[in-house]
């Protein structure tokens, strides 16, 4: 029921910017879930770029702060992500994701997008 598709990544140069989009399902917007990117590379843990709650309250990673602005917009069902000033270490594949509360029973269950692959060069 839950669908989540990235789109937006590619190759870039050192200092450029990319937007990253998110297409999620009504559902995920219609039960408040909250929604994030994270990024992942090769032999690496998969780990938080930044967070959006049902209300807006945005997080960041103190590694992109100030260069990332996470936004959501509830009447098109999408998640962004706009990146400023990419530096090679940002390279890797990042994903969406939404943590919605169940129908039945407490607590949340975790959606995952497909990823898309973010490439920064010098």
């Known amino acids: 029921q839950v669908q989540l598709v990235e789109s937006g990544g590619g190759s870039v140069q050192a200092g450029g910017s990319l937007k990253l989009s998110c297409a999620a399902s009504?559902?995920?917007?219609?039960?408040?879930?909250?929604m994030g990117w994270y990024r992942q590379v090769p032999g690496k843990e998969r780990e938080l770029v930044s967070t959006?709650?049902?209300?807006?309250?945005?997080n960041y990673a103190d590694s992109v702060k100030g260069r990332f602005t996470i936004s959501r917009d509830n009447a098109k069902n999408t998640l962004y992500l706009q990146m400023n000033s990419l530096k090679l270490d940002d390279t890797a594949v990042y994903y969406c994701?939404?943590?919605?509360?169940?129908?039945?029973?407490?607590?949340?269950?975790?959606?995952w997008g497909q990823g898309t692959q973010v490439t920064v060069s010098s």
């Open positions: 959006i709650s049902s209300d807006g309250t945005t």
């Open positions: 009504g559902y995920i917007f219609r039960r408040r879930c909250g």
């Open positions: 994701a939404a943590d919605c509360p169940r129908l039945y029973g407490a607590g949340y269950f975790r959606s």
